[in-house]
Nanobody
Framework: VQLQASGGGSVQAGGSLRLSCAAS????????VTWFRQAPGKERIFVAS????????YYADFAKGRFTISRDNAKNTVYLQMNTLKPDDTAVYYC?????????????????WGRGTQVTVSS
């Protein structure tokens, strides 16, 4: 599975962005798909996760109420809608997929990664 993350950009605090993670070469079937982010000088951390074949979603505490993860089966794409963005949300956002328990927060557990998309939020 090849993953392509897109949708990043520069916005002011309070703005919104929608990130996309498109799969090619195969489908997300049987996988959990997760967004991570990594700020400069910091570890890659869990943001949100969704099981491709189910409705359960999982969020980091900082994402609850502001971010929404969703999927489009027909397009084989997972989205991360990010609202009320804050400067602390500035990071490179990565999507990952793997046959892991949904909500798994440990990056090495994932088999497939996209290249990342930069999100910059200015105050």
């Amino acid at each position: 599975v090849q993953l392509q993350a897109s949708g990043g950009g520069s916005v002011q605090a309070g703005g919104s962005l929608r990130l996309s993670c498109a799969a090619s070469g195969s489908t997300f079937s049987g996988n959990s798909v997760t967004w991570f982010r990594q700020a400069p000088g910091k570890e890659r951390i869990f943001v949100a996760s969704i099981l491709w074949s189910g409705d359960r979603t999982y969020y980091a505490d900082f994402a609850k109420g502001r971010f929404t993860i969703s999927r489009d089966n027909a397009k084989n794409t997972v989205y991360l809608q990010m609202n009320t963005l804050k400067p602390d949300d500035t990071a490179v956002y990565y999507c990952a997929a793997g046959t892991v328990v949904p909500g798994t927060k440990d990056p090495p557990r994932y088999d497939y990664w996209g290249r990342g998309t930069q999100v910059t939020v200015s105050s």
